[in-house]
């Protein structure tokens, strides 16, 4: 679902990760494809069942030179954001990252 946040409307060319940077810390979770906002609901318990259980086997089975997360913003361009609920990454990745992950 697209949103208009506050009050506030898209700007002209869709939202950016840098509009993301600016809103408040409200618990909300966002999301950005293509500069279209989108805002999920909550997951339901069965979901977040599925994603500790998926979680648990992937750290179980990874390799040392991988990390497993669950819940960390992944930005993939200036228009793309996401949360995946549940993230593989290389060691070195993890070791490096502050509060989202970041194309390099």
């Not at 990745?93 to 989202?100: F, K, L, N």
Request: net charge negative.
């Amino acid at each position: 679902m697209t949103a208009a946040l506050s009050g506030r409307y898209p700007p002209a060319g869709g939202w950016t990760t840098d509009d993301l940077d600016v809103m408040s810390d409200d618990g909300q979770r966002r999301e950005l494809l293509d500069g279209a906002l989108i805002m999920a609901p909550s997951p339901t318990a069965a979901h977040q069942t599925i994603a500790g259980r998926l979680m648990v086997a992937l750290e179980e089975d990874c390799p040392d030179e991988f990390d497993v997360t669950q819940g960390v913003e992944v930005r993939i361009s200036q228009r793309r954001s996401f949360n995946p609920d549940v993230l593989v990454t290389t060691a070195v990745a993890a070791a490096r990252r502050t509060s989202r992950y970041e194309p390099h």
